[in-house]
C-alpha cells in the first residue's frame, strides 16, 4: 500500500488535523512519514539567490518541525523532516518526486470561491503537479 507519506506542514492549526489523520494511516500501513514544511517568505525565496543567513522565520518552521517529528517518533513511528524554500505548490511537487513519496497528504481549510480567487490555493495547484494520490483533510476550526 503505502510505504513514505509525505506530510505537507504549514505550521499552523491546520497541521494537528492532517499529523491525526496519517498518524493511523503510517501504523496501519507500516509507512515511514516524512513532514515537509515549505517555507515561502520574501527571504526563503531568496534564500540561495542572495546567500541570505536563515530569517528568525525559518528557524522557527525548523524548530516546529523537528518538534513535530520528536513527538511522532516518541510514539513509535518513522519519521523524517525537510525544510525547503520556495514556492509551495512547486517545492510539494519537486519533493513528492525526489523522496520517493507514494502518498501526499494535506489539510485543507474549506475556503469558497471568493476566498479561493484572493488567496489561491496550493491544494489545487498541487493536485495538477503530482502523480501520485493526494490525501486531502479538511481541518475545522474548534470554536
Known amino acids: 500500500m503505502y510505504r513514505r507519506i509525505l506530510v505537507a506542514i504549514e505550521h499552523s492549526d491546520a497541521d494537528h488535523t492532517i499529523v491525526a489523520h496519517v498518524e493511523s494511516l503510517a501504523r496501519l500501513a507500516g509507512a515511514e512519514l516524512l513532514l515537509i514544511h515549505v517555507a515561502d517568505g520574501w527571504a526563503a525565496r531568496n534564500f540561495d539567490q542572495l546567500k541570505l543567513r536563515e530569517s528568525e522565520e525559518i528557524q522557527d518552521?525548523?524548530?516546529y518541525l523537528e518538534s513535530l517529528r520528536d513527538q511522532l517518533r516518541h510514539k513509535g513511528l518513522t519519521v523524517d523532516l525537510r525544510l525547503v524554500m520556495g514556492?509551495?505548490?512547486?517545492?510539494?511537487a519537486k519533493a513528492v518526486e525526489t523522496e520517493k513519496a507514494d502518498l501526499l497528504a494535506m489539510a485543507t481549510h474549506g475556503h469558497r470561491f471568493l476566498e479561493d480567487l484572493v488567496k489561491g490555493t496550493t491544494v489545487d495547484r498541487v493536485r495538477h503537479l503530482v502523480t501520485v494520490p493526494v490525501l486531502l483533510v479538511r481541518h475545522v476550526?474548534?470554536?
Do not use: I, K
Not at 87 to 92: G, R
Open 61 to 63: 518552521d525548523r524548530a
Open 87 to 92: 514556492d509551495p505548490s512547486t517545492e510539494l
Open 141 to 143: 476550526q474548534s470554536p
